[in-house]
């Protein structure tokens, strides 16, 4: 393609060039991880960074590890100044990057974590995060990742990391265009935690009578689910799922598979008998299967609302099922632990107006969390044409 050049990182500008990351870091700062044995608690210590301290968003610093002088002092060259990168290189979520915060400053890091300190005068800091966490930063990452307890990159191999190199201007272009969607990631990730945060609110309040709808009033009574449904587990195995499949098949997992037969027509709650034990749940109405080991809750008497009862389980189910799960190579649930399960209720139509009003908030959850996802495609696909340079921004 005219003005593009083959390179070691792929397809680039004419008049880019590639570096290694060693070259654009502060002098005396190299790529380094800090402290493996963070030893007792100190409440007066500085401050270490774990990779779980901001694997999903940043922690509060007081749910931070804190240790003693004598740690700090052995690990100075480990220190963190904001606006460093930081990386995880052990672990699950290796690879993740965060640029430090002001509140981080001398802070120590942890040995899951590395700094990068980029020099402003090489490159611009938050392009180099756009490169690490790009298809072209995640190749290298795979490539020297090194596996053993847990998946372990070494900050010598780090330091090697080619990185596609425009000039100063169209990396801070490139960085500002990338950060306007991190933005938006950000505010929308924020949006989900609060709306979440305010349907569980509301599941406490209307599922146990402390807030009433309005129009509404009497007594609440308790019901137990084997008086209320019929349960039953299904028939089929893994093998039957077909990926194009016209039904529904609900499988051992949150994932729903699809399968060309239907053995169920109508409302149910599906919740597995292994694995997830008391967390995973469905709700559905209509043509559906489900696997041998997945319990079917359906047929509810005329008093009950089956969706009311889904979002009662939801609340409620994971402590019986904890206590009277069967201990063995993948905890189970047996046919009594549901039917003793026992939950108050209203009169019916209380309950199809509460359940109403959770579901509306599950759907405006579903949504936002449909348009995180399709935000964080459309940032994938903005790193893949900027840092390769088939979109220009100057």
């Given at each position: 393609?005219?003005?593009?050049?083959?390179?070691?990182?792929?397809?680039?500008?004419?008049?880019?060039?590639?570096?290694?990351?060693?070259?654009?870091?502060?002098?005396?700062?190299?790529?380094?991880?800090?402290?493996?044995?963070?030893?007792?608690?100190?409440?007066?210590?500085?401050?270490?960074?774990r990779s779980q301290d901001y694997s999903k968003g940043w922690a509060n610093p007081d749910d931070m590890h804190r240790v003693n002088s004598l740690l700090e002092n052995q690990y100075r060259n480990a220190r963190i100044r904001s606006s460093d990168l930081i990386m995880t290189i052990v672990g699950a979520g290796i690879g993740q990057v965060e640029v430090a915060p002001p509140w981080?400053?001398?802070?120590?890091?942890?040995?899951?974590?590395?700094?990068?300190?980029?020099?402003?005068?090489?490159?611009?800091?938050?392009?180099?995060?756009?490169?690490?966490?790009?298809?072209?930063?995640?190749?290298?990452?795979?490539?020297?990742?090194?596996?053993?307890?847990?998946?372990?990159?070494?900050?010598?191999?780090?330091?090697?990391?080619?990185?596609?190199?425009?000039?100063?201007?169209?990396?801070?272009?490139?960085?500002?265009?990338?950060?306007?969607?991190?933005?938006?990631?950000?505010?929308?990730?924020?949006?989900?935690?609060?709306?979440?945060?305010?349907?569980?609110?509301?599941?406490?309040?209307?599922?146990?009578?402390?807030?009433?709808?309005?129009?509404?009033?009497?007594?609440?009574?308790?019901?137990?689910?084997?008086?209320?449904?019929?349960?039953?587990?299904?028939?089929?195995?893994?093998?039957?799922?077909?990926?194009?499949?016209?039904?529904?098949?609900?499988?051992?997992?949150?994932?729903?598979?699809?399968?060309?037969?239907?053995?169920?027509?109508?409302?149910?709650?599906?919740?597995?008998?292994?694995?997830?034990?008391?967390?995973?749940?469905?709700?559905?109405?209509?043509?559906?299967?489900?696997?041998?080991?997945?319990?079917?809750?359906?047929?509810?008497?005329?008093?009950?609302?089956?969706?009311?009862?889904?979002?009662?389980?939801?609340?409620?189910?994971?402590?019986?099922?904890?206590?009277?799960?069967?201990?063995?190579?993948?905890?189970?649930?047996?046919?009594?632990?549901?039917?003793?399960?026992?939950?108050?209720?209203?009169?019916?139509?209380?309950?199809?107006?509460?359940?109403?009003?959770?579901?509306?908030?599950?759907?405006?959850?579903?949504?936002?969390?449909?348009?995180?996802?399709?935000?964080?495609?459309?940032?994938?696909?903005?790193?893949?044409?900027?840092?390769?340079?088939?979109?220009?921004?100057?």
């Open positions: 393609m005219p003005g593009y050049t083959q390179t070691e990182v792929g397809v680039i500008p004419e008049e880019w060039e590639v570096k290694e990351l060693s070259a654009l870091l502060e002098q005396s700062r190299g790529i380094r991880y800090g402290i493996v044995q963070p030893g007792k608690y100190d409440p007066r210590g500085c401050l270490m960074l981080l400053d001398g802070a120590i890091l942890s040995r899951s974590t590395a700094r990068i300190a980029i020099d402003d005068k090489q490159a611009a800091r938050r392009f180099i995060a756009a490169f690490l966490e790009s298809p072209i930063g995640t190749r290298q990452i795979l490539n020297c990742q090194k596996e053993a307890a847990q998946p372990v990159v070494s900050c010598r191999d780090l330091a090697k990391f080619l990185v596609p190199y425009p000039s100063p201007p169209e990396q801070r272009a490139i960085a500002g265009a990338l950060g306007d969607v991190d933005a938006l990631l950000g505010a929308l990730t924020q949006l989900i935690a609060k709306k979440r945060g305010l349907k569980q609110a509301a599941m406490q309040q209307l599922l146990t009578g402390q807030s009433r709808l309005p129009g509404f009033s009497g007594e609440w009574e308790v019901k137990r689910l084997g008086d209320v449904s019929a349960i039953k587990t299904g028939k089929k195995n893994n093998e039957d799922k077909i990926e194009d499949g016209q039904y529904p098949f609900f499988v051992r997992s949150q994932t729903v598979e699809r399968i060309n037969s239907y053995s169920f027509e109508g409302e149910a709650i599906l919740v597995p008998g292994e694995g997830g034990i008391g967390s995973i749940f469905h709700y559905t109405n209509g043509r559906f299967d489900y696997h041998q080991r997945v319990y079917k809750i359906s047929d509810f008497t005329a008093d009950v609302c089956g969706a009311f009862v889904f979002f009662c389980m939801k609340q409620t189910f994971s402590k019986q099922a904890t206590r009277n799960s069967v201990k063995a190579t993948v905890d189970s649930l047996r046919l009594p632990t549901f039917r003793e399960f026992e939950f108050l209720a209203p009169s019916v139509d209380e309950q199809a107006a509460i359940a109403a009003v959770l579901s509306d908030m599950d759907a405006e959850l579903a949504a936002l969390e449909q348009r995180l996802a399709k935000t964080r495609a459309l940032k994938q696909g903005m790193m893949q044409e900027l840092l390769t340079g088939r979109t220009r921004l100057v």
